[in-house]
């Protein structure tokens, strides 16, 4: 079966939301490109996402863990307030038991609550009011055999990027996901052309994972 995971933002969505069980739906795709799991095989991944990027980080993040494949799998997770957290029940199951899945799970939270708290409390080393850079505390790891994989606002790019510039990661072992730039996901409407004459580039096709590197040499990309 597949799952959807759809925040009601908008006419489309507050259109689906209203849906009852047995009516028809149509999907098309997907659409674009995805993160690179078989040339990664082998390495550590960072998993950082933020609010929303949780969705599109979701299926990388079991695929890992399920897989074997990987040396060591990170999720740093940074959301708003408890309430907020997307699949949480998951999320506190990775807290508990993450460490026999070779996975290590840390979440910050901007709005304190009683639930917030409760979980610092039992997870004080992993849970903590802040930002999702602030999770990159004490954690150590070989930047030569390791690949990072973010997704979440616009802004948490700049600050994430940075943060594993400044830990000697290579551009080209980030990996971004952009889908926010995307409408008609097929090149057709424009809306996600970023470059410039002589350089340009559809998010919707030759995206939506893109390196850091593409980010340096493409313009308006992040």
Same mark, same amino acid.
């Given at each position: 079966?597949?799952? &959807?995971?759809? =925040?009601?933002? !908008? %006419?489309? #969505?507050?259109?689906?939301?209203?849906?009852?069980?047995?009516?028809?739906? !149509?999907? %098309?795709?997907?659409?674009?490109?995805?993160?690179?799991?078989?040339?990664?095989?082998?390495?550590?991944?960072?998993?950082?996402?933020? !609010?929303?990027?949780?969705?599109?980080?979701?299926?990388?993040?079991?695929?890992? +863990?399920?897989?074997?494949?990987?040396?060591?799998?990170?999720?740093?997770?940074? #959301?708003?307030?408890?309430?907020? +957290?997307?699949? =949480?029940?998951?999320?506190?199951?990775? &807290?508990?038991?993450?460490?026999?899945?070779?996975?290590?799970?840390?979440?910050?939270?901007?709005?304190?609550?009683?639930?917030?708290?409760?979980?610092?409390?039992?997870?004080? *080393?992993?849970?903590?009011?802040?930002?999702?850079? *602030?999770?990159? =505390? !004490?954690?150590?790891?070989?930047?030569?055999? #390791?690949?990072?994989?973010?997704?979440?606002?616009?802004?948490?790019?700049?600050?994430? +990027?940075?943060? &594993?510039?400044?830990?000697?990661?290579?551009?080209? =072992?980030?990996?971004?996901?952009?889908?926010?730039?995307?409408?008609?996901?097929?090149?057709k409407c424009g809306h996600c052309i970023v470059g410039t004459s002589t350089s340009i580039k559809y998010v919707c096709k030759d995206g939506p994972v893109f390196t850091y590197w593409d980010a340096l040499s493409t313009r308006g990309l992040i």
């Amino acid at each position: 079966y597949i799952q &959807l995971c759809i =925040r009601k933002v !908008g %006419r489309m #969505t507050r259109f689906i939301h209203r849906m009852k069980e047995g009516e028809v739906v !149509g999907i %098309r795709g997907p659409y674009g490109n995805g993160f690179p799991m078989e040339m990664m095989e082998g390495s550590n991944l960072i998993l950082v996402a933020g !609010g929303l990027g949780m969705a599109p980080l979701r299926s990388v993040l079991w695929y890992a +863990i399920d897989s074997g494949k990987y040396e060591h799998v990170w999720l740093l997770y940074g #959301t708003k307030a408890y309430e907020d +957290i997307l699949f =949480r029940d998951e999320i506190i199951h990775l &807290l508990k038991h993450g460490s026999s899945m070779n996975c290590s799970v840390k979440l910050a939270y901007e709005v304190e609550s009683p639930s917030c708290i409760y979980l610092e409390g039992g997870f004080s *080393d992993r849970v903590c009011r802040g930002v999702v850079t *602030d999770l990159f =505390r !004490g954690e150590e790891f070989d930047v030569n055999n #390791t690949y990072a994989l973010i997704c979440g606002p616009p802004i948490m790019y700049k600050f994430v +990027i940075k943060e &594993l510039l400044d830990r000697k990661l290579s551009p080209g =072992r980030i990996y971004m996901t952009l889908e926010r730039r995307m409408r008609c996901g097929v090149g057709k409407c424009g809306h996600c052309i970023v470059g410039t004459s002589t350089s340009i580039k559809y998010v919707c096709k030759d995206g939506p994972v893109f390196t850091y590197w593409d980010a340096l040499s493409t313009r308006g990309l992040i």
